[in-house]
């Protein structure tokens, strides 16, 4: 004879209910407002106790709209002397 728990009906056909049912447009914003709300905190957090590095500044450097094309490639990206590595 099969013995039953207390628990087997309940609970746990609601959760099952629960867990199988498809996503409500509710819950997906607020997933995905919840992951950006930690990225952007934690982008900040890391931004704030460790700096910006040089590379993003050159970054904005080289790749600002204050010259055109050609200038910007003689006047900047080939006195880099330090290029992205190739590795």
């Given at each position: 004879?099969?013995?039953?728990s207390?628990?087997?009906?309940?609970?746990?056909?609601?959760?099952?209910?629960?867990?199988?049912?498809?996503?409500?447009?509710l819950?997906?914003?607020?997933?995905?407002?919840?992951?950006?709300?930690?990225?952007?905190?934690?982008?900040?957090?890391?931004?704030?106790?460790?700096?910006?590095?040089?590379?993003?500044v050159?970054?904005?450097?080289?790749?600002?709209?204050?010259?055109?094309?050609?200038?910007?490639?003689?006047?900047?990206?080939?006195?880099?002397?330090?290029?992205?590595?190739?590795?």
């Amino acid at each position: 004879m099969k013995q039953s728990s207390p628990l087997a009906g309940g609970i746990f056909e609601k959760l099952r209910a629960v867990c199988t049912a498809p996503p409500s447009t509710l819950s997906v914003a607020v997933a995905v407002l919840l992951a950006l709300l930690v990225f952007l905190a934690s982008t900040g957090w890391i931004a704030w106790h460790r700096g910006i590095w040089y590379d993003e500044v050159w970054s904005l450097y080289f790749g600002h709209h204050d010259l055109g094309f050609w200038q910007a490639l003689v006047d900047r990206w080939l006195k880099d002397n330090h290029p992205p590595s190739t590795r």
